[in-house]
């Protein structure tokens, strides 16, 4: 038996308690407008939503004649009330049987839990909802379920009504099989889904009713198994195996939306800069890649993007040698047209244990130290104690992304 529990806009709820506001009767959204209207609404209140007003939309797709509070998103005070939520789970769980699932939500397994204190599903759920209510001021939702997948679909489906909501494969099989858009079930994205529209498969009762080859066919076995269980409200993962999964293959990322359009020649200095402190990490860690990516993607009226997959001639740590790399793909292949998003991925992340030498190249030991001891001097004094000299170019963003947490304002 699981819950799923989820707090209501969360970041804008959070923003209206630290003012004394209650965050159900003010509208008010969480949004950095120093980036102009084309600024990202991270969190909206419900009763700017009741407005018309989404989470994740612009600040220029908001009515004029609509007012509100605008707040800059606070990442510090979000993770501070975030671990606070957690703590209150765990006066009701273990921390084995707590799974979270992201800044504002959370599994928790409650089996063994129901006997212990002689309550109902609904009961157990509704004390921990009411502790995060009178000790924190937020509201929050649950689903339950007789496995994740049930509770996080009763989650996000049902329970926005009443605040809970109880589902087995049962009640789901008559609740839910015709429910449409497929797309509200987890684990179906919007690819998933227009690729299920394309072959007239728009509920879950279609997908019991299509033709199982079809399916493989379409998905592969892996994903068509899954979609057919998902459709009979089964999962065959449970929280411990979440807990314990490590995949294979690791990798290291970074992205960024840029504030303003930037030109070709000036968009490689955040690109380079998000690198630089990608391979700070890999020296410190001990750690190495066999290639990277990058990507960009232009302003918001180019329909077009650019990305590249470099795979090095040897495993490779070293920031002189991959941003020499990175800037050969960057100029040959990027567009002179006005850039917006960038990102970097290293992959096939691996331990540095024992290898084979290599006759053609040889790392300089001398720059491994020097990032290592960079790398330390972050850890202890925060990443702006000391800089790379392409930091203090107009058009960095390293020194400011530094100051943020997930890419948002880190006071």
């Not at 120093?34 to 797709?61: H, I």
Request: charged content about 25%; proline content about 2%; hydrophobic content about 40%.
């Amino acid at each position: 038996m699981y819950l799923c529990i989820d707090m209501k806009s969360f970041f804008a709820s959070v923003e209206c308690v630290l003012r004394g506001l209650d965050p159900m009767n003010v509208a008010l959204a969480v949004v950095d407008d120093r980036r102009g209207d084309g600024a990202l609404v991270m969190a909206a209140t419900p009763k700017l939503k009741s407005y018309g007003v989404k989470s994740r939309c612009r600040l220029f797709e908001i009515p004029k004649d609509i007012s509100f509070i605008r707040a800059k998103p606070r990442m510090k005070y979000y993770m501070l009330y975030a671990k606070k939520i957690h703590q209150i789970f765990l006066r009701y769980v273990s921390s084995d049987d707590c799974l979270v699932y992201s800044i504002d939500e959370s599994f928790l397994k409650i089996d063994s839990y129901i006997a212990y204190y002689g309550i109902t599903v609904k009961a157990l759920a509704f004390r921990i909802l009411e502790d995060i209510k009178n000790e924190l001021g937020l509201y929050s939702t649950c689903g339950a379920g007789t496995n994740m997948y049930l509770s996080k679909i009763a989650l996000d489906i049902m329970a926005k009504k009443d605040g809970f909501y109880f589902l087995d494969e049962k009640s789901f099989k008559n609740e839910l099989l015709d429910h449409k858009s497929i797309t509200d079930f987890w684990q179906i994205a919007s690819g998933i889904g227009s690729h299920l529209e394309r072959i007239n498969i728009h509920t879950m009762r279609d997908i019991l009713n299509a033709n199982k080859n079809l399916l493989i066919k379409e998905f592969g076995p892996v994903l068509a198994n899954e979609l057919v269980l998902h459709a009979n409200g089964g999962e065959d993962v449970n929280l411990s195996d979440v807990k314990e999964y490590t995949p294979e293959c690791k990798s290291l990322s970074r992205s960024q939306v840029l504030f303003v359009d930037y030109k070709k020649e000036e968009a490689i200095l955040p690109l380079l800069e998000m690198t630089y402190l990608l391979c700070i990490k890999m020296c410190d860690e001990n750690i190495d890649a066999r290639g990277l990516s990058f990507y960009v993607g232009y302003s918001k009226d180019i329909s077009l993007a650019t990305s590249k997959q470099i795979t090095f001639d040897f495993r490779l740590r070293d920031y002189l040698l991959i941003s020499k790399l990175l800037k050969e793909a960057y100029f040959s292949l990027v567009l002179d047209l006005p850039i917006r998003n960038i990102g970097i991925s290293f992959f096939d992340i691996r331990k540095i244990e024992n290898r084979q030498l290599n006759l053609f190249y040889m790392e300089d030991e001398k720059h491994i130290e020097l990032s290592k001891m960079i790398s330390n001097i972050h850890q202890r004094f925060g990443k702006n104690a000391i800089l790379p000299g392409i930091s203090l170019c107009e058009k960095s963003t390293m020194k400011y992304r530094n100051k943020c947490i997930g890419g948002h304002s880190g006071e």
